[in-house]
């Protein structure tokens, strides 16, 4: 597929999408949220690709947020049809195979959004994390209160929402906003590895465990390992599953379907 201001490679099973709107420090406009939404849907659909990998071009920044210029141009009006619509941060967090986030450089605003909507971010040491929107007068509005407060804890959520000051990688790990840390520049290149350990299994199990763990975030414990059951059921009735415990039994390597 081609797109103004994405790139998106594939590498066997995996998927490589990296903004690219350096100039401009990646910052999301409209035709960057609407090709994101393209190509996640594109990779859904892909059967032969089963990680995504998600990135920025450049040597500064991941995303650093929304396009304040846009913000600039539209009334309240305007705004709410935007947030209305179909979303980027709710795209990428439903889509339905693993995503990780490859972090450096700034990360602010709708950028700490939309690595906050992939299931879990390797960052590089030269990330800095921040929700801006505070020194616009804002609040953050795709995620930075709710799935960054879900994720580190309101109290760090308030902090980093309430002084709209930056943290650097080595912090954002520490408070669990950043799963892996690793030295500058390794941070595609360590998701990459981690794409290819989640690649070997099934894309049925993949997907059913995605969607598990991501219920927790929606429901109360009981109704989570309710969930849970009927997830493992699906999965012990694929095809994949039957492969997986038969080829244990006869010491063999599995061979997944994605069925
Ligand atoms: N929206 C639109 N344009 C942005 C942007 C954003 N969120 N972030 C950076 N840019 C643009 C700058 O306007 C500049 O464009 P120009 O060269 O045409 O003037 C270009 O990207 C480079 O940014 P610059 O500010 O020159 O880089 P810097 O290294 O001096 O500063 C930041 C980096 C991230 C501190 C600074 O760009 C910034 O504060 N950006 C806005 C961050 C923000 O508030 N994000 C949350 C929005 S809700």
């Known amino acids: 597929m081609e797109f103004d201001t994405l790139r ?17 420090l990646n910052a999301l406009n409209r035709t960057v949220r609407r090709e994101l939404m393209e190509a996640v849907d594109h990779l859904a659909e892909d059967e032969s690709v089963r ?9 500064k920044a991941f995303v650093a947020g929304a396009d304040v210029q846009e913000f600039a141009d539209r009334s309240p009006g305007e705004q709410r049809e935007v947030y209305d619509r179909r979303r980027v941060y709710d795209a990428l967090a439903q889509f339905p195979k693993p995503l990780i986030g490859a972090v450096h450089g700034y ?3 709708g ?12 960052a590089d040491r030269t990330a800095r994390f921040g929700q801006a929107e505070i020194r616009l007068g ?3 509005g795709a995620g930075g209160t709710q799935r960054l407060a879900r994720l580190v804890g309101p109290g760090q959520a308030m902090r980093i929402a309430l002084t709209g000051d930056m943290i650097d990688a080595e912090e954002a790990y520490r408070i669990g906003l950043v799963e892996i840390l690793v030295e500058e520049g390794k941070h595609v290149e360590k998701a990459t590895e981690l794409a290819q350990r989640m690649a070997r299994w099934s894309p049925v199990a993949l997907r059913l ?18 969930l849970e059951k009927e997830l493992f059921l699906a999965a012990f009735g694929s095809e994949d599953g039957q492969e997986g415990v038969q080829a244990f039994v006869e010491k063999r390597d599995p061979e997944f379907r994605g069925r």
Not at 8 to 24: E, N, V
Not at 209 to 226: N, V
């Open 111 to 122: 950028g700490s959004e939309l690595a906050l909507a992939c299931d879990l971010r390797v």
């Open 209 to 226: 465990a995605k969607r598990a763990i991501r219920a927790t975030q929606e429901m109360p414990l009981s109704a989570g390992l309710e």
């Open 8 to 24: 998106l490679t594939q590498d066997g099973p995996i998927a490589h999408l990296q903004i690219h709107r350096p100039d401009k």
């Open 107 to 109: 990360c602010l605003g």
């Open 138 to 140: 804002l609040i953050p």
């Open 51 to 59: 990680v995504a990998i998600l990135s920025g071009a450049g040597p």
